[in-house]
């Protein structure tokens, strides 16, 4: 009777093992590369920046009153903004209303609807839709269509323009629409604050004010 023949699998060498380790890892390396052309680098810090900074929201209910502006030397367009901005800061409807039914932070679709409905709609510049739900793409917007002046560029923001923040230890990624900006002080309104709130920043320096997205 034959002796049945066992066949045992040599254990893997070290340098096999290590071996198969560098391929997994440039395999993901590759797949990184591609992902981050894909979406741009940028976007992807942008992203990694937002997921360690720390927030303290400022959870204040802001001004009482709507302020007075002064828009005989506004552009038609800015009127509209602050007008449709005043309406909405008086009703305070949910944030749906500015998403087209998202259940997601509004700050940036708020802003959408106000120049929509103000008939000066911006584009989005991945879906061409009047909203632009996010505030890197919103900031991508301004910077295409040459309206975007960084935070230290020396630009006096106006009412009507529009303040975007990333990493803002208050605010986090945010914008809002400023209405006021008098020695240092500068007052908005926005959504997703809790509600449309009126902010009145008294900080000569805001933190996280990475520019304004200019109406004109």
Not at 72 to 94: C, D, G, H, T
Not at 195 to 210: C, M, P, S, W
Request: hydrophobic share 35%; with cysteine; proline share 6%.
């Amino acid at each position: 009777m034959n002796k049945r023949t066992r066949t045992y699998r040599q254990p893997r060498s070290l340098r096999a093992k290590l071996l198969i380790a560098l391929m997994v890892l440039g395999s993901v390396a590759i797949v990184a590369v591609i992902a981050g052309t894909a979406i741009g680098w940028d976007k992807i810090f942008y992203k990694l920046h937002s997921a360690t900074t720390h927030v303290t929201f400022d959870s204040s209910s802001g001004e009482p009153q709507f302020p007075d502006i002064n828009m005989s030397q506004l552009s038609p367009v800015r009127q509209k903004v602050i007008r449709l901005a005043r309406q909405e800061f008086m009703a305070n409807p949910p944030g749906t209303k500015y998403s087209q039914g998202a259940n997601e932070p509004w700050c940036a679709d708020f802003i959408s609807w106000l120049f929509k409905e103000a008939g000066s709609p911006l584009k989005n510049p991945h879906t061409g839709s009047w909203r632009i739900p996010g505030t890197f793409t919103l900031r991508e917007y301004y910077q295409q269509v040459g309206k975007f002046k960084p935070a230290d560029s020396g630009y006096t923001p106006r009412p009507g323009d529009v303040a975007i923040y990333h990493g803002s230890p208050i605010f986090g990624d945010h914008t809002h629409m400023v209405l006021k900006y008098d020695n240092g002080i500068l007052t908005t309104v926005g959504g997703n604050e809790g509600k449309i709130r009126v902010f009145a920043n008294t900080k000569k320096q805001y933190d996280g004010l990475v520019g304004y997205g200019v109406v004109d």
